[in-house]
């Protein structure tokens, strides 16, 4: 869903072909405080704010980018601006955000596993330590090697070289 914070004339006009061209709901509010109520109930995956609204009221607006989350601000002058360059607008705005999306869980994925594949050389290590020592009762030892083949196991999965 997009936030859109406008009270040109044409901004509804704009509503329609926003949501035409990017397959998502557009909800249209005349000011900057209905805005904030807007980013407070609901999710939004842009913002599209009429850059009047942030030249008028800074502060205001600040509040604003505090409350949008992980939506993308794109800014429009409504004076100038038509519906077909806001889509462009909005459309490249929301690639972006896809990119960026994409790349943060690629980036969490490869913390995970880094972490994953230290904690499981951790306990090969440690397990191939105990296993070294002599005479060991065989209810350890036994419980020793499962844990040494699953900590195996889990850095085949993890993809580990160590």
């Known amino acids: 869903m997009i936030l859109m914070i406008s009270a040109a004339k044409n901004a509804v006009n704009c509503v329609g072909e926003v949501e035409k061209n990017t397959g998502q709901r557009v909800r249209l509010v005349a000011s900057i405080p209905a805005g904030n109520a807007m980013l407070r109930d609901a999710e939004f995956s842009a913002v599209i704010v009429d850059q009047s609204f942030v030249d008028l009221n ?59 594949n230290s904690a499981v050389m951790g306990i090969l290590l440690s397990s191939e330590l105990a296993l070294a020592q002599p005479a060991l009762p065989v209810a350890v030892l036994t419980k020793l090697q499962s844990v040494h083949e699953l900590a195996l196991q889990m850095k085949t999965r993890l993809g580990s070289v160590a």
Do not use: M
């Open 58 to 116: 800074p502060v205001a607006a600040d509040v604003l980018w505090k409350n949008t989350g992980t939506a993308i601000p794109v800014f429009v002058n409504f004076a100038i601006s038509g519906a077909e360059r806001l889509v462009r607008d909005v459309r490249a705005a929301l690639s972006r955000r896809e990119k960026e999306r994409v790349l943060a869980v690629k980036a969490a994925e490869a913390t995970l596993r880094s972490e994953l």
